[in-house]
């Protein structure tokens, strides 16, 4: 039955629905094969959108509105991500949570298996020059969980390239001037086009500055960046309209 292509399309159908439900913005699934060495088959990348009203408020640097949704986001992405395992589990499956508790960071800012390349293979988005996931629906201003599964879930066609083309957007803003502006592609690593170390001491002198915290909290590049503005802009454009809805009703 598991190999049965309908059966696979209901439990990833049901699989998402759940993750939605559960307050997942975006969510999509990865084929890791060859990638994973302890032999998960399988990712399901989960993305939490930030509100734009934050956006907007940090475009002068970080505020403590930031700083508190940035630690409230990492319950929210565990959540999540729990509430996936345990309805693979539940349906006679291993998976396992890519929890912030379970994920461990190494050297140079990195862990083995980033969530954003689970994201990329899962077709969320791209790797932007800024080094930050890029969708086409929230830009970066997202969070990125992941969990790891045997399930037999349809999976999407990875994207291998940028789709940043010229903007130089967030390589113009970044006040650690850690960005090269160099396009991203899925044979690169990150050091190539991103420098990690830049981009974490100023962020965490404009926390220190800002909000008097030990932090790495920024949020310039993705503040800036065309896909997200398109974002804030299209929010901005629905409550327009749901005022308009109410004004209309309240003259009938």
Same mark, same amino acid.
């Given at each position: 039955?598991?190999?049965?292509i309908?059966?696979?399309?209901?439990l990833?159908k049901?699989?998402?629905?759940v993750?939605?439900?559960?307050?997942?913005?975006?969510v999509?699934?990865?084929?890791?094969?060859?990638?994973v060495?302890d032999?998960?088959?399988c990712?399901?990348?989960?993305?939490?959108?930030?509100?734009t009203?934050?956006?907007?408020?940090?475009e002068?640097g970080?505020?403590?509105?930031?700083y508190?949704l940035y630690?409230?986001?990492?319950?929210?992405l565990?959540?999540?991500?729990?509430?996936?395992?345990?309805?693979?589990?539940e349906?006679?499956?291993?998976?396992?949570?890519?929890?912030?508790?379970v994920?461990e960071e190494?050297?140079?800012?990195?862990?083995k298996?980033?969530?954003?390349?689970?994201?990329?293979?899962?077709?969320?988005g791209?790797?932007?020059?800024s080094?930050?996931?890029?969708?086409?629906?929230?830009?970066?201003?997202i969070?990125l969980?992941?969990l790891?599964?045997?399930a037999?879930l349809?999976?999407a066609?990875?994207?291998?390239n940028?789709?940043?083309?010229g903007c130089? +957007? $967030?390589?113009?803003? =970044? &006040?650690?001037?850690?960005?090269?502006?160099?396009l991203?592609?899925?044979?690169?690593d990150?050091? @190539?086009?991103?420098?990690?170390?830049?981009?974490r001491?100023?962020?965490?002198e404009?926390?220190?500055?800002?909000?008097q915290?030990?932090?790495t909290?920024c949020g +310039? $590049?993705?503040?800036v =960046? &065309?896909?997200?503005?398109?974002?804030?802009?299209?929010?901005?454009?629905?409550?327009?309209n749901? @005022?308009?809805?109410?004004a209309?009703t309240?003259?009938?």
């Amino acid at each position: 039955m598991e190999n049965d292509i309908e059966y696979r399309k209901q439990l990833t159908k049901e699989l998402k629905e759940v993750l939605l439900e559960a307050g997942a913005s975006l969510v999509g699934f990865a084929d890791l094969k060859g990638i994973v060495e302890d032999g998960f088959p399988c990712g399901v990348s989960m993305a939490i959108a930030i509100p734009t009203q934050l956006i907007l408020s940090i475009e002068d640097g970080p505020n403590m509105d930031y700083y508190t949704l940035y630690h409230d986001y990492r319950s929210k992405l565990n959540h999540v991500a729990l509430v996936g395992e345990r309805f693979l589990r539940e349906k006679g499956y291993i998976a396992k949570a890519q929890t912030t508790e379970v994920v461990e960071e190494y050297g140079n800012y990195r862990t083995k298996l980033p969530l954003k390349t689970v994201a990329t293979r899962a077709a969320l988005g791209w790797i932007g020059k800024s080094a930050l996931l890029v969708t086409k629906e929230y830009g970066s201003a997202i969070r990125l969980t992941s969990l790891l599964t045997d399930a037999p879930l349809l999976t999407a066609t990875p994207i291998t390239n940028s789709s940043c083309g010229g903007c130089m +957007k $967030c390589h113009d803003a =970044c &006040p650690g001037k850690a960005i090269s502006g160099k396009l991203w592609n899925a044979n690169m690593d990150r050091d @190539e086009f991103f420098d990690p170390i830049a981009c974490r001491k100023k962020a965490r002198e404009l926390a220190a500055e800002k909000i008097q915290k030990q932090i790495t909290l920024c949020g +310039k $590049c993705f503040v800036v =960046c &065309p896909y997200t503005r398109a974002y804030i802009m299209r929010e901005e454009q629905k409550k327009s309209n749901n @005022e308009s809805d109410v004004a209309a009703t309240k003259i009938e």
